[in-house]
């Protein structure tokens, strides 16, 4: 069970009910919130702290099914516009494309695990390889639900502002 992390930093400072792994965990939290606060990262308006969100972020990279795989594909993307709404947009897109390249790579391992079972040429090998690295543009635009686990903003010199955006794509969406 999870604790919003304000609570749960003054129970393990109270209490030794937290296990060691807990609370490194909630350790690394603090430590990854604080250096991002101090790379100037702010929460996007009307957003969670950065503590919650980085905890909502490891939580989700860490989670595991039945088989020990992992949950959630993450994907991270940044975006720079004088504008904030373009640079979310830009932002986004990068980390859309981000899962598409994870879920390329899987599909290509799985071709190539198909390619030694079924016994094809290298040359049958390499055109399915490529048809999948030609596909992963339409593979970002056409993802499902995709899950915003973290939005950042800094301001950049002048009126600039950078966006940092990490989504989740759940695995068993692309079975759909």
Request: proline letters at 3%; glycine letters at 8%.
């Amino acid at each position: 069970m999870l604790f919003s992390l304000g609570h749960v930093f003054s129970f393990a400072q109270g209490s030794k009910s937290l296990s060691g792994d807990q609370k490194e965990f909630y350790r690394t939290v603090k430590k990854e919130a604080k250096n991002l606060k101090k790379d100037g990262w702010l929460p996007a308006p009307g957003g969670l702290p950065i503590e919650q969100q980085v905890e909502k972020l490891y939580t989700m990279q860490q989670k595991t099914d039945e088989f020990e795989l992992p949950v959630y594909i993450m994907g991270a993307g940044t975006g720079v516009s004088d504008s904030y709404e373009a640079a979310k947009m830009q932002a986004t897109i990068s980390a859309k494309q981000d899962i598409a390249g994870s879920i390329q790579t899987d599909v290509v391992a799985i071709i190539e695990n198909l390619t030694t079972n079924s016994q094809l040429t290298a040359v049958d090998a390499q055109t399915l390889s490529k048809t999948v690295i030609n596909a992963k543009n339409q593979t970002s635009q056409n993802l499902g639900r995709t899950i915003p686990v973290m939005e950042l903003y800094r301001n950049k010199s002048g009126d600039g502002k950078e966006v940092m955006i990490r989504l989740a794509y759940k695995l068993d969406q692309i079975m759909r």
